[in-house]
């Protein structure tokens, strides 16, 4: 079970982070994760899903989000593909946001 809380604390942080530098203005958050987060159903996910909502440029958001992210957490991998940006973080260079 600790294995699950940590990855929460770790979702949790990424949530703050986003939140701090105005990434969230953008996005709706969705999925399982967010159903676990913001409505406590019992449903297990390791991905934070999220939606563009502003009709803004979604290849400059991207640019952005990855250069934003990318001052904090090892990002193993990402890509802008269709409607889809993908990231996939492992960890943080620095001390766990606490904003």
């Given at each position: 079970m600790q294995i699950f809380e940590q990855h929460e604390?770790?979702?949790?942080?990424?949530?703050?982070?986003?939140?701090?530098?105005?990434?969230?203005?953008?996005?709706?958050?969705?999925?399982?994760?967010?159903?676990?987060?913001?409505?406590?159903?019992?449903?297990?996910?390791?991905?934070?899903?999220?939606?563009?909502?502003?009709d803004g440029n979604i290849d400059l958001f991207y640019q952005n989000i990855i250069l934003i992210l990318s001052k904090n957490y090892n990002i193993v991998d990402h890509k802008n593909k269709l409607i889809n940006i993908l990231a996939y973080i492992m960890g943080c260079y620095v001390t766990p946001f606490q904003g």
């Open positions: 604390r770790f979702e949790i942080n990424v949530l703050k982070y986003m939140n701090s530098n105005c990434l969230l203005k953008s996005l709706v958050f969705g999925g399982g994760t967010m159903l676990r987060l913001c409505h406590e159903l019992q449903r297990y996910s390791v991905y934070l899903n999220f939606y563009f909502k502003k």
